[in-house]
């Protein structure tokens, strides 16, 4: 437990406060790293700063969307649904009622699935079967079908898809999607076969660095053991060649993308697969996306917002549950997708309140030398 | 200009003063410079106190000693002291001072020969329209701005849109013993009340007549000016002292970089800050009050040319963690450090080099690579830790660094001059940079890069005495953060610094606390500061007494404070021989008078 108390003058103004961190300098060497986290708690934390969904996609769209993008949106489908008007009711709340409400009936419209055979994210079952994906890298057996729904969606798709671009942008805007994690038992980041990882929700503000627009290492977080304290979970991991990747749980990540409209996403077999250094971890967080918490997560995005993309969430519903691939229900009906998010993260050092803390830190991280 | 046409110069510029229009108008008929230099001349202006009683000063200090008495223009930050103060901290005077440049050492030294320009003027005179619209406005709900007139102003006139002479008069007197940091004589104050009802009638309005009154009083010079008058002292006939309202200045622009209060200006209305057992009981509140705090951090900013941080910049591709805000907490951690550690824990001046004490916010953690919490909090680093003391701060090392990179002869200079008091010799105007240029010779450290300057002999001279200590601390980059390599060379921290070796940085700091230059320097600087202007041969005697009372008193501030404020040479006033100073243009008020005799 490192201890930032200090005495002055008889006040000791934050010896309450338990912090675990690693320190990271980029200026340091790797050896250098390695010896110092055998030196200081074996413990180091990051803290999220961008999420994406996993959209691989080409230039010219031929590879992944050879028929184009979806072009039925809200206001397509009103036009084609509604030609004379009508009543306020029967019209444009029907249309809303329905993005709320939303049924198991067959689409109205077309709607155009990512097809091709590339996709990112993860292996989740463990086999190769005949829907999966190839990962960029050639890796058999990708289990991504979400990308199938929302690769041919200009909302989703880089540099300057709405949902891609300000989802994640709130990311760093609201403190609800501070979700940090913090491995201990870590003898390298190189390889190490045993690791504990603990999600927390942060509750402070982003360090930025001198451009305003990056983030950058080095800040502190407290933790949310209040609201975030639902939040916390724990998973077991190792690190080889540098990827962390954890086994998985039942897990929830927690990300508002409207104005402090919260949403948590359910994500079943959720995993990690991260490569670290010693100032960031970057890679994918995948699983089984529960359909449900996935649609209420994209429908807190306004209809305004998703005519843009040309998103009709209903039209969209029905493709989701189309694709969905895991965990049937009673009636066979699969209620999770396989899916993947695109995390990018910076270290950070996580203050534990007082009475509970990771591994002790003995000393700074420029004072270990 | 002579010293006597200097101070027919200042005579001019106080009658147009008194004969000004209201809202200083006078000064719109200054087109030129005013030179302020006019040390030795004050006991001509005034002459007004009786003496306050004798006393005895055996020990306090050289009884012959004396310091020159001056005038001295506010700097920016006194100015913007003085107006908080008085009005508040919600009242905001703007800019209007230009910053200054550095005598021996410290800013606030130049602040007796500086100029005051045509287009400062006209600052002035906006700062002071923009204060007194402040101190009178009547409060705007929509945007909960506070009416300051209420509260400012400690009566209600008879009619607002009318004159009420004896409103006025209460809020006149009040406010101008505070501003012209003594009593207005009754033809000031029923002067002053005049023009306020003259104001008042012609704008039918009570508070914009008042104001506009109050404008002229903040571009006034007494105001604007520290200015030294001097008496006649009792204890020794045929010498010449401060008055005692010019002591009640002295001390608190001193202590609190600002005008005295109510209080320490009753102790100069009876005469008590004039006596040995008076001026303590006033020093011993002065210290005591919160105002110190102001006055330490003016002190030490000054001292360590925290200036330079104003225009400090780092290259954010070099050092993306550097933020503005960055460099204004690194600022700020040192001069946190520095109250606490002297004034708070009354610590040895020498341990600041070398305690590991300090306060640490969150954007200074994260170059120092630690933890923190939200706001300014208590922080000591660990006992194996490079960082010792506050030459291994952030502030010290990237405020003496490149944007880019490290700077050992950088560092090693402000050691020596802003420390120890030496002088390092400016660099030739042809340095021959052609060495370390070379992009063949793949120099990985900033020791490789420096050995082979010192392989010339016009450079070695300077750098073999800043050097040996900046390269001490390349264990820091430029920007402060620690580091044990550079350009994947191990770097070799060793050094010396007047015959002491040392293997890193706490060995610096260690052979810097050791330094029997450090608290000589720290008297030099604290004495020339409190006495407004630079020191002479004169001062030597003063000098040498008060290095050996702040070593017997353990090197504590406090009492080196103390021994200045209570030492006979801070009030009285060394006689300078005349000497014919260079000649100078002056602005002319009015027509060109011959000099004063």
Known sequence: MRNLANRAHGLTLCAALAVTGLGSSSLLKADEIHTSLQDRGHTIGYVTTDLHWSVYQTPDLKADCPDGLNGNGP?????????????????????????????????????????????????????????????????????????????????YRAPDGQLQLFANKLIRGFNFDRIMIELTHVDSLVNDDDVEVTLYRGRDPLLLDATGEKVAPGGTQRIDVHYGKKLIQHLHGRIADGVLTTDPIDGEWPWAIYFDTPAVLHIRDMRLSLKLSPSSADGLIAGYTDVDSYYHWLTSWSTHHLAY?????????????????????????????????TVNMVQVFIEHPAGSSAEPLQRTADAAH | MSRG??????REWFRARSTGLVGGA?????????????????????????????????????????????????????????????????IEPGNPIPPLSRTDGLLELTS??????????????????????QVMDNGNLDKQLPAHRDYLVPCKPKKADAPDDACAAKFLKSTGRLLFRRPLSGAQLDDLVGKAHHASAQLKDFYAGLSSVLEGMLVDPMVLMIVDQTEPDPAYPGRRRLDAFS????????????????????????????????????????????????????????????????????????????????????????????????????????DLFTTRNTFISPPLAALYAVPSVPGWVPYEFPPDSPRVGILSQVSFLAVHSHPGRSSATRRGKALRELLLCQVVPSPPPNVDFSIVEDPKANFHTARERLTAHRSNPVCAGCHRITDPIGLALENFDGAGQYRLTERGAAIDASGSLDGKNF???????????????????????????????PLSDADKPELTWLDKRFAATGYR?????????????????????????????????????????
């Open chain 2, 247 to 350: 002591v009640a200045s002295r001390l608190s622009f001193f202590l609190w970089n600002s005008a005295p209060d109510a209080e320490v200006l009753k102790a100069a209305e009876s005469g008590a800050i004039n006596t040995p057992a008076g001026r303590a009981r006033v020093v011993d509140m002065m210290l005591a009050s919160p105002r110190l705090e102001n006055g330490i951090r003016a002190f030490f900013d000054d001292m360590f040319a925290f200036d330079d941080f104003d225009t400090l910049a780092k290259d954010a591709m070099v050092y993306p963690n550097v933020s503005g805000t960055t460099l204004k907490d690194a600022r700020e951690q040192t001069l946190r450090t520095v109250y606490d550690h002297l004034i708070t824990r009354n610590r040895d001046y020498r």
């Open chain 2, 5 to 10: 046409t200097q101070v027919q110069t200042v």
């Open chain 2, 112 to 133: 007796a020969s500086v100029g005051v320009t045509a287009g400062q003027m006209m600052q002035l005179q906006r700062s002071a329209s923009a204060v007194a619209t």
């Open chain 1, 309 to 341: 993309g040309r998103l009709d969430p209903s039209e969209f519903y029905w493709a989701l549950r189309k694709a969905a691939d895991a965990y049937p229900d009673n009636n066979g009906a699969m209620t999770a997708i396989s899916s993947a998010i």
């Open chain 1, 75 to 155: 206001r397509e489908t009103f036009k084609a649904l509604f030609p004379q008007g009508g009543s306020v009711v029967n019209t444009e709340l029907a249309r809303e009622g329905l993005k709320v409400f939303p049924t198991d009936k067959p689409a109205q419209f077309p709607y155009i699935m990512a097809a091709g055979p590339t996709a990112i994210g993860l292996n989740l079952d463990g086999k190769v079967g005949p829907n999966d994906f190839v990962s960029p890298s050639g890796e058999q057996g990708i289990n991504n079908a979400l990308f199938r729904v929302i690769g041919c969606n200009a909302q």
């Open chain 2, 557 to 597: 501030v406090p009492d080196l404070l103390r021994a200045i404020a209570l030492s006979p040479a801070f009030s009285e006033v060394a006689e300078i021989p005349a000497v014919p100073a260079p000649p100078a243009k002056t602005a002319s008020l009015t027509a060109p008078r011959p000099a004063a005799q």
């Open chain 2, 503 to 533: 293997n890193d940085p706490p060995g610096l700091a260690h052979a810097l606390h050791d330094h029997p230059a450090l608290p000589t320097c720290l008297v030099k600087r604290m004495y020339a500061y409190g006495s407004g202007g």
């Open chain 2, 26 to 90: 006078f000064w719109a008929g200054v087109a030129g410079t005013v030179t302020l230099g006019i040390a030795g001349c004050t006991h001509l202006l005034s002459d007004h106190h009786p003496a306050a009683a004798a006393a005895t000063t055996q020990d306090l200090g050289p009884a012959e000693a004396g310091t020159r008495a001056r005038v001295r223009l506010l700097t920016s930050e006194q100015y913007t002291n003085v107006i908080h103060d008085v009005f508040g901290s919600d």
